[in-house]
């Protein structure tokens, strides 16, 4: 089935398989490889993207379900200034290890931090309680997510 | 430019050159290799656990569009060399030797064990082909327990074993365990058991295998823990000589043991793709991996421990029985380990040891994090069962036992000296962190509330490398390599052998490198994952901070003492007036003399430094671990027991550990939340469960629960750092103890909790069905 979406910002076309989930099609036809595919049943978080303002797991979403939408992934965060700004603080954090599920945390933190902006711990353990790291114990990520917080509110 | 020396690297928390690609999604995992021409595998696996393969008809998925092959177990035998398990042949196990194919032939041995392998234009194909793929089985009955494996009628999985042992029994004595024994005030026996679980990655297996017939080239891209090992188990099994192997790895999604060598999977590719001619990429999906990629664990043991009235631990007589799956990987190996460390830190006067390994219908044992760390779960646990029953402190007990720190070291009763252990001292320092007589206080008013807090204590130590054995000539776990070059852009290479799978290497190792050299930190690279480019290494056993670290900081001296020669030459001085800080090599006192490292090396290319001088600025450096030394601590857990759901809350968690010089504190500190991370998994949510008749019954994310960001507190260190070994290198690793220690020291916290209950634990695994049967089924006048 044709679909045409917009991807970090760029309009995109492709003929996926009606099963085709919107992992695989960022993965292989838009060679997107950042988006982790951990469970593919929708429990691990790393495949997490930003479809049209909000964090969904897209090894759940089929790509013709995407058509028309507006979708991040974890390439679409920084710019030429850098990083984005929840990269940049889980860097600063020493948040991750193996970096598997990083792209998913950050995006699920990125869309959290955009709609809570001055969200406390137990609140970002919450909004975070859906993706599993298996290297950190969790503590960095939520530093990292805490920081970005913190510089938003102090910009 | 003044004449100082660069800032120190080693020992500061210096963010992570990983990160910006990890951060950006431009990491290299294997599943994000893509070749030209590239087919798809998915396996045929078997519904049973146990059974005679009759039939396997390939037909009709060799007929569905877009399946390119369909390969079976006995057509895969016709293409591959048998062999032992690479890793058992590594490690020269000498036990009972299983005769098993890559793919079954005769039987299968597991829910789960690969039958047939399709190669497909695209994964979706693969598995359509996988579903026309028609098995027929004669179900023989499965052998899921240790005790009916260990029983001589139940049907051994391998007809050339003639019974289920994959461990022959075995007793050692160390000391007079019968004159002690029956001299002891009190002699208690227990229970334990430690329950299967796993390690979970969050990327799976897999690889991608592209042969080269024109050149008879075999290159996979492999997710691995060392390029070396998988390269020597896919020459082996694929009968090819080593040097036509090369094995390439990237970014890897952690494994934490799982990931060492090659899987029958992943020969099963390699030779497929040689069939094929196409390179054929296989990642294995999250019910692949709970399935088949290995568990852990599964071990039971009767302990009698021989005690004083005092408290003095006197002796301890062990019997361990290990289940270790079907086939052969680490597991019969593990008791020899166990058995060496089961004293730990401790003073005893005679300890007895004997274990059996046994082969049955589950996924094979694979190792996990510090695979012999039952020894510290079974040891703290019993420590804990005599101080109750004592009336005792448990940190007063641990005092009263732990081996004082002596010169000459005092040896454990196995052997192994305990050169600069800290036992003591973490267990002072954490008594000092947690006032336990406030907790108590406030333990007894919650009781009165009907909540139930509970406080445990646990102490290890980790062999991170373990001290060089009395007498022997080679360091405590081995040499390590590296080699080393200046290049003419003024980069210092490190080449290692390490295959960093979230260990932060590439980051650690140029810290020590970049002070030791004198150059930015930036300005060293770290090249891994080329079995053509890297020397022989292995990422595992906690090895890295001592053996990895210190062949980078005696090689960048190495390369330095090179260099300054060269230098001598170019700039008319003696090398000992020359110094190299900031990436400039200097005459000292002259700052005006500056001349950076890699103008260095392009004159020294050119011919500059003329006739005689050696001007191969690179150097083959090994590391033998010096003196070594050990990592350890204690480990204090403040639990909230709901006696009503049985869930279990950790309230606070203490971490007191000794790893020697810190490197990257930030690294270490990662490294440690992480164990206790998977510690706190494996006691409230984690178990590879399987069923009467062997189906795995763990194969979801929904089933099989590893701990999220609601499940791990906020976990507080405190580090020390007591007795340096060696004048340069007292770096020790820390990849296992907190794995090691956490399960201890929250079963202990919990038993605590449940002691107005009368509750004993002698279990591993306590999700909430458990605690409330725990409480059910406890005597409260004990």
């Known amino acids: 089935m044709d679909i045409t979406l ?52 897209s090894c759940l979403m089929l790509a013709v379900q995407a058509a028309g939408s507006e979708v991040t992934t974890i390439e679409g965060l920084a710019t030429d200034a850098g990083l984005g700004p929840v990269q940049q603080a889980m860097w600063d954090s020493h948040s991750f290890q193996c970096g598997f599920c990083t792209p998913g945390f950050v995006m699920q933190a990125t869309a959290f931090l955009r709609a809570h902006p001055d969200a406390d711990e137990q609140e970002v353990r919450e909004a975070l309680s859906g993706n599993i790291c298996r290297c950190t114990g969790y503590q960095s990520i939520i530093d990292g997510v805490l920081l970005a917080a913190k510089r938003n509110i102090e910009r | 430019m003044a004449e100082i020396l660069a800032e120190r690297y080693t020992g500061a928390s210096i963010r992570r050159s990983e990160d910006p690609r990890i951060l950006t999604g431009a990491g290299r995992y294997v599943d994000d290799i893509k070749l030209p021409g590239m087919l798809h595998a998915a396996f045929v696996r078997s519904p049973l656990a146990h059974g005679r393969v009759l039939s396997v008809d390939v037909s009709a998925a060799r007929e569905l569009p877009g399946v390119v092959a369909v390969i079976t177990g006995a057509e895969l035998e016709a293409m591959t060399v048998p062999g032992p398990d690479a890793l058992m042949a590594l490690m020269s196990w000498a036990g009972p030797t299983p005769q098993f194919s890559l793919l079954a032939t005769d039987k299968v041995r597991f829910a789960g064990d690969p039958v047939a392998v399709v190669v497909a234009e695209s994964r979706y194909l693969a598995e359509d082909g996988c579903e026309l793929v028609e098995v027929e089985y004669d179900e023989l009955p499965p052998v899921t327990n240790a005790s009916f494996a260990l029983d ?115 020969l099963a590719v390699a030779a497929a793709s040689r069939a094929v001619g196409r390179p054929v990429k296989w990642v294995e999906d999250r019910g692949e991996n709970l399935t088949a990629s290995g568990q852990a664990r599964e071990e039971s043991f009767d302990v009698r421990a021989a005690f004083s009235d005092d408290g003095d631990l006197l002796g301890l007589d062990v019997k361990m029985v290990i289940d270790t799956g079907s086939y052969p990987g680490m597991g019969a190996m593990v008791p020899g380990t166990v058995e060496a460390m089961f004293p730990g830190p401790y003073k005893l006067a005679a300890f007895g040891f004997e274990s059996t390994a046994v082969t049955t219908n589950k996924a094979c044992y694979v190792a996990y994090r510090g695979p012999w760390a039952s020894e510290t779960f079974v040891r703290e646990r019993v420590l804990d069962l005599i101080a109750k029953d004592l009336g005792l402190d448990p940190i007063e007990v641990r005092l009263r036992n732990a081996a004082p720190r002596t010169d000459p070291p005092a ?372």
Not at chain 1, 38 to 51: D, K, L, N, S
Not at chain 2, 218 to 239: D, E, F, N
Not at chain 2, 521 to 529: A, I, L, M
Not at chain 2, 742 to 750: K, S
């Open chain 2, 152 to 266: 001589p009628s139940s049907p051994p999985l391998f007809e050339n074993l003639g019974d289920n042992i994959a461990r022959p029994h075995s007793r050692s004595e160390f000391g007079d365990v019968a004159a002690t024994f029956a001299g002891a005030d009190q002699v208690t026996d227990v229970h334990i058991d430690v329950h299967r679980h796993q390690n979970v990655p969050m990327e799976g297996r897999g690889c991608v295998a592209s042969y080269d017939a024109d050149r008879d080239l075999m290159t996979v891209y492999a997710a691995t823990q060392s390029v070396h090992v998988t390269k020597i188990a896919i020459a082996m099994r694929l009968g090819m000589e080593p040097e036509k192997v090369r094995v390439l790895a990237g970014d890897i999604g952690g494994s934490f043991g799982l990931k060492i060598g090659a899987s029958r999977e992943e």
């Open chain 1, 6 to 57: 917009r991807v970090n910002g760029t309009t995109r076309s492709g003929s996926p398989e009606a099963r085709k989930t919107l992992a695989d099609f960022l993965r292989d036809d838009l060679n997107l490889t950042g988006t982790h595919l951990g469970c593919e049943h929708g429990v691990c978080g790393a495949c997490t993207v930003i479809v049209d303002g909000r964090a969904v797991r």
């Open chain 2, 411 to 782: 040896a454990m009763i196995t052997g192994r000296p305990l050169v600069g252990v800290t036992t003591r001292e973490s267990l002072e320092r954490l008594a000092q962190i947690v006032d336990v007589p406030a907790f108590r206080r406030r333990q007894a008013e919650a009781r009165v509330r009907g909540r139930y807090l509970g406080i445990g204590v646990a102490t290890f130590i980790e062999a991170a490398p373990g001290p060089r054995s009395p007498g022997g000539p080679s360091g405590p776990l081995g040499t390590e390599s590296m080699r080393l070059r200046l290049e003419e852009d003024g980069i210092v290479a490190l080449f290692t052998g390490q295959m960093p799978h979230g260990q932060s290497h590439q980051t650690t190792l140029a810290q020590i490198a970049a002070d030791e050299f004198g150059v930015p930190f930036d300005q060293v690279r770290v090249v891994v994952g080329d079995s053509d480019v890297v020397p022989f290494g292995l990422t595992g056993g906690s090895r890295s901070a001592t053996m990895t670290g210190g062949v980078a900081l005696h090689g960048a001296r190495q390369l330095k003492a090179k260099v300054l020669d060269v230098a001598s030459h170019l700039m008319e001085a003696s090398a000992q007036d020359l110094l190299i800080s900031d990436g400039q090599v200097f005459v000292r006192g002259d700052p005006a003399s500056a001349m950076p490292v890699g103008e260095v090396a392009r004159q020294a290319a050119t011919g500059q430094a003329g006739a005689g001088v050696d001007t191969n600025l690179e150097v083959n450096a090994s590391y033998d671990g010096g003196e070594g030394g050990w990592s350890g601590g204690t480990h204090c857990a403040i639990v909230d027991v709901d006696a009503e759901t049985g869930l279990v809350r950790v309230e606070r968690y203490v971490a007191v550990e000794d790893c020697g010089a810190l490197i990257n504190p930030a690294v270490v500190e990662g490294q440690i939340r992480g164990g206790i991370a998977q510690g706190i998994g494996a006691v409230l949510l984690e178990r590879s469960a399987y069923d009467q008749d062997g189906n795995c019954q763990s194969a979801t994310f929904m089933d099989y629960l590893v701990p999220t960001a609601c499940d791990v507190p906020r976990i507080e260190i405190e580090h020390l750092e007591t007795v340096p070994t060696d004048a340069d290198v007292n770096f020790r690793g820390v990849g296992e103890g907190g794995m090691i220690v956490a399960p201890p020291t929250l079963v202990n916290a919990i038993e605590d909790a449940l002691s107005p209950f009368g509750v004993r634990i002698h279990e591993q695994h306590l999700p909430p069905s458990r605690i409330l049967e725990l409480i059910e089924a406890a005597d409260p006048g004990q």
